[in-house]
């Protein structure tokens, strides 16, 4: 009896849908019996709702013999690639009193969601070719033919590298089209603009086809401050509806000394004296020259056998400085100072001095 209940079309095959928006099918429904059909029950299969699969609220609850109704069955893919899933309906008959006959009518439900992707590469990643035969995953370039792309991750850095005072370096990037439809690239910009740039921000906005890639240069301008590192992002923007901005971190080190170290030193509590150690580390392009190493505020701070000045720490190398905390203040506070050719490192000491 529940062939009573004819569905058209069947399957229900919304074909290539943009993500992010909907696409409606209608579902006939018909009464090909001689008796009422009752309809208590439309449902979803559980994968199909979390693919996009959507019913109407209102829904038909019986049909006369001959009688129809449609259904609009609406589709919202959240992602790209295959949507499948299962509409089922429960049938009711009544032959003749106190006799119930249940049915159930499944269509099957297919979409593809098609989308605008973007993809970010080094200048020396492998060229793209081809358009995309399923859905990425988002770190993934697509496959082609005697290379496998799925551990080769996606462009997080630009790394400039040494940069002279004063001097400015260009490195590039490439934005690739890897999606079902054609990728707007609406904006690439750079900050803090003192420091970073794009120099052509007149390319965009620019539209890539599937498969088609364009490189996009980032330049930098290193201030007059030697040793100093520089950090930014670039930005770009596209019509990606899974991921219109996309972040790249940006950064550089203009060359010449510096010097690094933890900003203070806990002694902690304890019983006079109290002893503790930081390590400095040349950390810049160039050598660090320490000329002046010395102690300021309360007097019960000391040095306990300072080096050899001017002392040289080549790039990498390391300088440890032990400091010594003998009452008879309590709470002491001071700073220590570490001057060398080109900066300043101030050292915040404190202790908890308990007898």
Do not use: K
């Amino acid at each position: 009896m529940a062939r009573a209940l004819e569905v058209t079309p069947t399957p229900l095959d919304f074909g290539p849908v943009r993500v992010g928006t909907e696409s409606d099918i209608s579902l006939e429904l018909r009464n090909a019996g001689d008796i009422v059909v009752e309809l208590p029950t439309f449902s979803l299969q559980e994968s199909v709702a979390a693919s996009g699969f959507e019913l109407p609220s209102a829904l038909p609850s019986r049909l006369q013999p001959g009688e129809s109704a449609t259904v609009r069955v609406t589709c919202r893919p959240r992602r790209r690639g295959e949507h499948t899933g299962t509409i089922v309906i429960e049938t009711v008959v009544r032959p003749r009193p106190r006799r119930e006959l249940h049915g159930r009518v499944e269509i099957p439900a297919t979409a593809t969601g098609v989308a605008p992707s973007v993809f970010l590469a080094a200048p020396t990643f492998p060229p793209l070719t081809g358009r995309l035969p399923r859905p990425p995953i988002l770190t993934d370039l697509p496959p082609r033919p005697g290379l496998d792309l799925r551990d080769l991750t996606e462009l997080q850095l630009i790394d400039f590298g040494p940069v002279a005072p004063r001097h400015s370096l260009e490195r590039a990037f490439r934005i690739r089209s890897v999606g079902d439809l054609p990728v707007r690239v609406a904006e690439v910009s750079a900050a803090p603009t003192d420091l970073f740039g794009v120099p052509d921000p007149g390319t965009f906005p620019r539209q890539l086809a599937p498969g088609q890639e364009m490189t996009v240069a980032v330049n930098v301008a290193a201030p007059s401050t030697d040793g100093r590192l520089l950090h930014g992002v670039v930005t770009v923007v596209t019509d990606d509806p899974q991921r219109p901005e996309l972040i790249l971190d940006v950064r550089a080190e203009v060359v010449g000394p510096r010097l690094v170290a933890d900003e203070g030193i806990d002694f902690g509590a304890g019983a006079s004296p109290l002893a503790a150690s930081l390590t400095f580390t040349s950390a810049g392009t160039l050598p660090v020259v320490v000329t002046n190493i010395s102690l300021r505020d309360d007097p019960p701070f000391a040095l306990a056998g300072p080096p050899v000045l001017p002392l040289t720490i080549d790039p990498g190398g390391t300088m440890t400085l032990t400091v010594v905390c003998a009452g008879p203040v309590s709470q002491p506070r001071g700073q220590l100072l570490v001057e060398w050719r080109g900066g300043a490192n101030y050292i915040h000491l404190s202790a908890d001095i308990t007898s």
